[in-house]
């Protein structure tokens, strides 16, 4: 059985189809993609998946259990963590911060009105471990308003990455990277692999490539093709839905 | 003196440095408030302007929960502050003369009506929070003024006497302005540490993480509507612990408070003060202005035209209010003090080490 799968899932807004009888399925420990031009439904297939809004019709199920419709606090809490494509983070909060706010040890005591966050040592170490893991350990203490853009992307990851994921989700982490940022990402989401299930929406074809066990492509809301990398590279309705050979200019 | 104190590096490495319960500024406010029926004569002020600076001043910082810290921009506390003072003056008259107990009894109702009030308006923010928070203000203010058996009307109720307060074997007459003024501030004090603790709690960071992000708030797995609609019925409950004082030291409970212009009050003096950017903006506003408003309106009945224009300039040149000034000036003279060395340099450049 894997890990997370989507059975036959369709979302429409108003009278746009946006995902139509979309299935896919996400192995345990493997990282997978998916990829597909701009407008093609990659993000509301996401925003599905992690419970931004319910389907119209299909499941989505986490190891076995049916997940569908929740709200995003309970998915999250079942384990589901996700990043943004658009920056997410708590702009005042300083990267140390933003991590530790995501623990769910945490979380668990969120409405405890009198203890104390900067008391507890262990949790504020292990927010530290992922800074450190993540690469920001020389800026844990900067407010992430301040951060880099490249900084920023690397704690939005962090911040999904504090939730301790069964299932991590990133929302095209290169988005407005230069090649020397995508480069380190690169890295550090190898870093990841394999400690981590990921599923991971890329625009970039070659960065997807080198890190995926398997794709999915999707296109006009379906998906149109699966495979490894070296299968999709092979498959030619692959590279005219992407590059655009024939139709999109 | 910052909205709260983040938390650095050094926690984890120096180990567990807890907040302390009592701080320095903490301790500095209290001490003035002590000394002020001391000197308040001596500057031309009265002793009885300092009992209603402090109920403010504890009104305010129970509004700053929702405003600065949550981000909820709620135009219809009044409600509560009123609604404090009624069930102080109702408890007082039909239930028990105990001050501390109508007190309490004023924060319960005050924090039951926000309860309510949470309900509708948890799952908004914005102009629609601002919105849904005037429309139940304006009920609860109609609802007092409509109900004559109960809360006397336009009228009010009267008749609140100032009863003494019983500590074991100690009694004391509030009827004195200056022993009034002292249990109001220890009720000040109790309520200070209190929501110091609160801010820096971990319920404290939910509140400020939904004001920078509630979407990511969610996505971590906080519930996102049950941490607002517990700020607002707690600042409901301080709203109305100091509505009861109020009905105390002026020993009646009208509808006044309540209407929409009353709780603009509240918001005007929180943001002039610098409740947006630092613990103790709400201080400060409830002092310049219950001040104001006593000193510009014995000069003119159109003080508040006044205030208004304080109020627009306090927006278009110095958005942070009182408290963001002397932050930004007390960060200036902390660069004066290190001119000597060299500037550090950034070690940053776009994309940067990820």
């Known amino acids: ?249 | 003196m910052a909205l709260y104190t983040p938390l650095t590096t050094r926690h984890a490495t120096a180990g567990a440095r807890k907040q302390a319960w009592v701080t320095k500024p903490m301790l500095l406010t209290l001490g003035l408030l002590v000394s002020f029926p001391f000197w308040a004569e001596s500057v031309g002020l009265y002793q009885y302007l300092g009992i209603e600076v402090v109920i403010w001043m504890l009104y305010a910082l129970g509004y700053n929960l929702l405003l600065g810290y949550t981000g909820l921009p709620a135009f219809g506390q009044g409600a509560f502050f009123g609604i404090g003072a009624y069930a102080y003056g109702l408890c007082y008259l039909n239930l028990s003369q105990n001050p501390l107990v109508a007190l309490a009894c004023a924060g319960l109702v005050g924090g039951f009506g926000a309860a309510l009030v949470g309900c509708l308006v948890a799952h908004r923010r914005g102009i629609y929070f601002a919105l849904m928070t005037i429309a139940c203000g304006q009920v609860f203010w109609f609802v007092s003024m409509k109900s004559h058996s109960v809360t006397g009307g336009e009228d009010g109720l009267l008749n609140i006497r100032r009863a003494s307060l019983s500590l074991g074997p100690l009694e004391l007459s509030l009827k004195d302005n200056v022993t009034l003024f002292y249990f109001v501030v220890a009720v000040l004090a109790v309520c200070i540490v209190f929501l110091w603790r609160l801010v820096h709690s971990p319920f404290g960071k939910a509140l400020q993480a939904i004001r920078m992000n509630e979407t990511r708030a969610r996505f971590v797995g906080y519930n996102v509507w049950l941490t607002k609609w517990a700020i607002v019925t707690l600042s409901g409950v301080f709203a109305g612990i100091s509505g009861g004082l109020l009905a105390i030291s002026q020993e009646s409970a009208y509808p006044d408070v309540m209407n929409v212009h009353s709780s603009g009050f509240i918001v005007m003096a929180v943001l002039i003060g610098g409740g947006m950017v630092s613990f103790w903006g709400p201080v400060i506003g409830a002092v310049v202005f219950i001040v104001a408003r006593d000193l510009l309106g014995a000069l003119t009945e159109t003080w508040l035209l006044w205030y208004g224009l304080l109020f627009m300039c306090v927006v278009l040149f110095q958005p942070e209010g009182i408290a963001g000034a002397w932050q930004h000036y007390r960060a200036k003279l902390g660069r004066r003090m290190r001119a000597g060395t060299p500037p550090k340099l950034a070690p940053e450049a776009e994309n940067g080490p990820v």
């Open chain 1, 1 to 249: 059985m894997a890990l997370f799968e989507a059975k036959n899932l369709s979302k429409r807004f108003g009278d746009r189809v946006v995902l139509e009888d979309i299935s896919l399925k996400f192995e345990q420990g493997q990282l997978s993609g998916i990829m597909g031009p701009n407008g093609a439904g990659k993000s509301t297939c996401f925003n599905v998946l992690t419970g931004h809004f319910p389907p119209d019709r299909g499941t989505v199920l986490l190891e076995g259990e049916d997940i569908t419709g929740l709200s995003p606090r309970k998915i999250a809490q079942k384990g589901v963590a996700r990043s943004f494509q658009i920056m997410s983070l708590f702009d005042e909060f300083t990267a140390l911060e933003n991590v530790l706010f995501a623990l769910p040890e945490v979380r668990n005591v969120g409405f405890n009105m009198f203890r104390d966050v900067a008391g507890d040592t262990a949790t504020v170490d292990k927010a530290l471990k992922i800074v450190e893991q993540v690469g920001l350990a020389a800026s844990a203490d900067v407010r992430s308003s301040s951060l880099p853009y490249g900084q920023r992307r690397a704690l939005e990851i962090a911040v999904a990455l504090a939730a301790q994921p069964r299932v991590l989700f990133l929302d095209e982490p290169t988005q407005g990277m230069g090649a020397d940022g995508r480069g380190r990402l690169l890295e550090l989401i190898l870093g990841l692999k394999r400690q981590f299930t990921i599923v991971m929406i890329e625009h970039d074809m070659d960065f997807l490539f080198s890190l995926a066990d398997e794709v999915s492509v999707i296109h006009w809301g379906q998906v149109i093709a699966q495979g490894t990398p070296d299968e999709l590279r092979a498959d030619p309705w692959v590279s005219r839905a992407n590059l655009g050979t024939k139709r999109n200019a």
